[in-house]
């Protein structure tokens, strides 16, 4: 099966009425948001932290880190393992799955890449873009000042 195409599993989120995608694995579950305990002096993007099921997570808002989230929306949390970091990821909505194959993943341009949001690369849909990022990259930039 050399010919076997490469796929990667995708779940697609909402922030801002932009669309991302994060690797399926990073994912431990999605839940709704709950009560989130704020931190002094940190990072703008870390709303604060929770604690599920014994186990403390920072929370990363990603409504102000990626340009605004919708309150009209119902809002999810995003449990999410990054190279073994525990983290939250507060998001508009959660959409689907999706199983994307690397030869469609477009590589972005230096253009539209931004200082604080490495991404890596563009899916088009008919209906829109998805935006994948370095998730790595994203966490070091947030939670190591």
Same mark, same amino acid.
């Given at each position: 099966?050399?010919? *076997?195409?490469?796929?990667?599993? #995708?779940? &697609?989120? %909402?922030? /801002?009425?932009?669309?991302?995608?994060?690797?399926?694995?990073?994912?431990?579950?999605? %839940?709704?948001?709950?009560?989130?305990? @704020? $931190?002094?002096?940190?990072?703008? !993007?870390?709303?604060?932290? %929770? +604690?599920?099921?014994?186990?403390? !997570?920072?929370?990363? =808002?990603?409504?102000?880190?990626?340009? /605004? /989230?919708? =309150? *009209?929306?119902? +809002? @999810?949390?995003?449990?999410?393992?990054? &190279?073994?970091?525990?983290?939250?990821?507060?998001?508009? =909505?959660?959409? +689907? $799955?999706?199983?994307?194959?690397?030869?469609?993943?477009?590589?972005?341009?230096?253009? !539209?890449?931004?200082?604080?949001?490495?991404?890596?690369?563009?899916? @088009?849909? &008919?209906?829109?873009?998805? #935006? #994948?990022?370095?998730?790595? @990259?994203?966490?070091?930039?947030? #939670?190591?000042?």
């Amino acid at each position: 099966m050399e010919n *076997e195409e490469r796929v990667l599993e #995708l779940i &697609e989120y %909402i922030v /801002g009425g932009n669309r991302f995608g994060l690797p399926i694995e990073m994912v431990n579950e999605i %839940i709704q948001p709950m009560s989130v305990t @704020k $931190i002094p002096q940190s990072h703008p !993007y870390v709303e604060g932290i %929770i +604690q599920l099921r014994g186990e403390v !997570y920072p929370v990363i =808002d990603f409504r102000s880190l990626l340009g /605004g /989230g919708n =309150d *009209e929306l119902l +809002q @999810k949390f995003i449990v999410a393992s990054v &190279e073994g970091r525990n983290v939250v990821f507060h998001v508009d =909505d959660v959409l +689907q $799955i999706h199983r994307i194959s690397l030869s469609v993943i477009e590589e972005p341009t230096d253009l !539209y890449e931004g200082d604080h949001l490495p991404l890596t690369g563009v899916v @088009k849909f &008919e209906e829109g873009m998805m #935006l #994948l990022m370095d998730y790595v @990259k994203l966490l070091n930039h947030v #939670l190591e000042r």
